[in-house]
């Protein structure tokens, strides 16, 4: 029973391209977050997606990030014309149930996004 | 808004001494709180979590922690370390009535065991 993968393990980016990383949940889960952890910091919030909605984005930079959820598929977090700063572990988690005291949330390996 | 706070960024024990790790959190009502550990190049895994009922939880590999409101504190305590226990950990804490995938994590605290 496969966990949360996400792939790239590691991504090294230029200033200026595009970054995309992919997290597939696990089997059955429908709610997926993407967090972003920076050096030395604990993990961000980013943002909270359902098959097909955005449910919450309150931690998504207002500019060059997106994230999507499709019905079929992984989900995306993409960032336009990366910099510096963007250089981070990206987390994807994953869960069946929200709101419920037993809900459980299911981390991948993590994304290690390098911008030279 | 909530908020974690974790003392100590660094924690070094001897190998069979008693691990505390510290945590804090800022909210006008108790919030879910949880305990997650990250070893190198993994994601993070559940420790343990406290939601309603007793305010002693216990986890896995022999963690628990325990909620004390007038402290608004969840310390996380081992009674005899392990060299296996060498990781970072991580408090964090969710809103009641929000989805529990939402949380705040503390900045983490490096936990090393010397032999």
């Known amino acids: 029973n496969a966990g949360v993968m996400q792939n790239p393990r590691h991504l090294v980016r230029r200033r200026g391209q595009e970054a995309r990383l992919r997290c597939s949940p696990v089997?059955?889960?429908?709610?997926v977050y993407w967090y972003r952890q920076l050096p030395e910091e604990g993990l961000k919030f980013m943002v909270y997606?359902?098959?097909?909605?955005?449910?919450?984005e309150s931690g998504m930079p207002k500019e060059r990030f997106s994230a999507e959820f499709p019905k079929e598929g992984p989900s995306i977090l993409r960032i336009q014309q990366v910099v510096r700063g963007d250089s981070a572990a990206y987390f994807c988690?994953?869960?069946?149930?929200?709101?419920?005291?037993?809900?459980?949330?299911?981390f991948g390996s993590g994304t290690q996004l390098s911008v030279l | 808004a909530q908020s974690v706070t974790q003392l100590g960024s660094h924690v070094s024990v001897s190998e069979g001494a008693l691990v505390l790790l510290r945590c804090n959190y800022s909210?006008?009502?108790?919030?879910?709180l949880f305990w997650y550990v990250q070893y190198p190049n993994q994601g993070l895994q559940l420790l343990l979590k406290?939601?309603?009922?007793?305010?002693l939880v216990k986890g896995i590999n022999g963690f628990e922690a325990e909620f004390k409101k007038s402290e608004t504190s969840f310390h996380l305590t081992k009674p005899s370390a392990h060299m296996s226990d060498a990781a970072e950990y991580f408090c964090?804490?969710?809103?009641?009535?929000?989805?529990?995938?939402?949380?705040?994590f503390g900045r983490g605290t490096q936990l090393t065991v010397w032999p």
């Open positions: 988690a994953s869960s069946s149930l929200t709101g419920a005291t037993n809900e459980k949330l299911f």
């Open positions: 089997k059955g889960h429908s709610h």
């Open positions: 997606l359902q098959k097909e909605n955005i449910i919450d």
């Open positions: 909210s006008s009502v108790p919030p879910y």
């Open positions: 406290y939601t309603t009922g007793a305010t």
């Open positions: 964090a804490v969710s809103q009641r009535g929000s989805t529990l995938g939402r949380l705040y």
